[in-house]
């Protein structure tokens, strides 16, 4: 699957890159991760769960400060929660790594020579490549920790599934030198729970901010 993604994205920017007036962009920064419908146990200690994010698009302006932008990401998502008291302290912390494709319409409003207001939405489609769950913790002075790869199918015993769709909200400030700043969102409309289950149900939820440069 992850190939099937890594191609059409390389199929989207190579027909993007045809367009007349087509221009290139790369966007990196933070990532905060969290899911959905976290469980009643845990809603107090859940916590924003940092990583980053690596994106390439293409430009291709359609109308009057209207584009729309495809593109290839690398996306760090998952949660973590965290617990504390006078006896003990823990972290729960999954990490997951994600090959996405957006495809963002995308409005500029000029801001006179200095350069542009941009914002935008659209959907998005990925595939988790790798992951990990990590715990540690101390109790009465003892500390430990452990760490597990995350299984990624459709069985009960895995922990969740590899496929995403979503749609990605976005806003920021290009500079008329093309230097760009931006905050995302990214709501998850997939279930990933492994069975599909109601009662286990949780999806991505991952806020975001950057730097990038479009040329």
């Known amino acids: 699957m992850k190939k099937i993604l890594l191609s059409l994205g ?13 221009s290139w962009g790369l966007k990196a920064g933070v990532n905060l991760g969290k899911y959905s419908n976290v469980p009643a146990a845990y809603e107090d200690y859940a ?3 940092p990583s980053f994010y690596v994106t390439g698009y293409a430009d291709i302006p359609v109308a009057p400060q209207f584009s729309v932008q495809p593109g290839v990401s690398l996306q760090g998502k ?17 990490n997951v790594m994600a090959i996405e494709i957006p495809v963002n319409a995308v409005y500029y409003i000029p801001t006179g020579y ?18 990990k769950n990590k715990a540690s913790g101390t109790i009465f002075g003892t500390t430990g920790s452990s ?21 990605n909200f976005l806003a920021g400030y290009k500079l008329a030198n093309g230097f760009l700043v931006n905050a995302g969102y ?10 599909g289950s109601s009662d286990n149900k949780f999806s991505n939820r991952v806020l975001s901010f950057g730097v990038g440069y479009q040329f």
Do not use: C
């Open 10 to 22: 390389a199929a989207v920017l190579l027909a993007a890159g045809a367009q007349a007036q087509t």
């Open 47 to 49: 916590k924003m769960n």
């Open 78 to 94: 998952g949660a973590k929660y965290k617990a504390s008291d006078e006896n003990a302290d823990g972290t729960l912390t999954q």
């Open 114 to 131: 200095s350069g542009s207001v941009f914002l935008g939405a659209g959907p998005y489609v990925g595939y988790s490549v790798s992951g």
């Open 147 to 167: 760490e597990e790869d995350i299984r990624f199918g459709s069985d009960a015993d895995d922990h969740q599934k590899p496929f995403d769709f979503g749609i």
């Open 186 to 195: 990214g709501l998850g409309l997939t279930n990933l729970s492994p069975t």
